[in-house]
């Protein structure tokens, strides 16, 4: 599987958050996500011998939107429930993937994304019906780049 590359520029990005036990599903959709234009910062882009949570915690506060790849195993992760509330306590733009039917009705987990976007990527026929429906997502259009506008030639006379 290729690996996709976070992120690290100064422009607008969404912050990818995922439990590391779904990577190999995250990054196929990240991928994605770049080829479509998107700019995506996720962990993979902090450098050795840098503090994580400091880490984290600056890229939450930096980021245009907030994207929870979310599944049983994120419901699990400590680190993942703590990057959410804390995006959330920023008033972050959040959209949450599903990457598999979970239920997000009882418990903290509802506490925390109570009207927030979800898009359940397990029930799409395609990546192109999904990306349509990320795409006008809040603030994720932010996050794209903006490609050239085709040039008009001249008009041929008769």
């Known amino acids: 599987m290729n690996r996709p590359k976070p992120y690290t520029g100064s422009e607008n990005f969404i912050f990818a958050s995922y439990s590391h036990t779904d990577q190999e599903k995250v990054f196929e ?26 880490e984290l915690a600056l890229k939450i506060e930096e ?31 959040r959209v949450i993937i599903l990457l598999e039917p979970v239920d997000l009705s009882r418990g903290g987990m509802a506490m925390r994304n109570k009207r927030v976007q979800q898009i359940s990527k397990f029930s799409y026929g395609s990546n192109d019906a999904f990306f349509e429906d990320f795409s006008v997502a809040n603030n994720v259009d932010t996050c794209v ?6 040039v008009s030639l ?5």
């Open 29 to 54: 959709t990240i991928l994605e996500m770049q080829k479509r234009g998107y700019r995506v910062w996720f962990d993979a882009a902090i450098r050795p011998g840098h503090e994580w949570d400091d």
């Open 63 to 93: 980021c245009s939107c907030f994207v929870s790849f979310m599944s049983e195993n994120y419901k699990k992760s400590e680190n993942c429930k703590d990057e959410l509330s804390y995006a959330r306590d920023l008033e972050k733009t």
């Open 145 to 150: 780049e903006k490609t050239a506008l085709p």
């Open 154 to 158: 001249p008009a041929v006379p008769d």
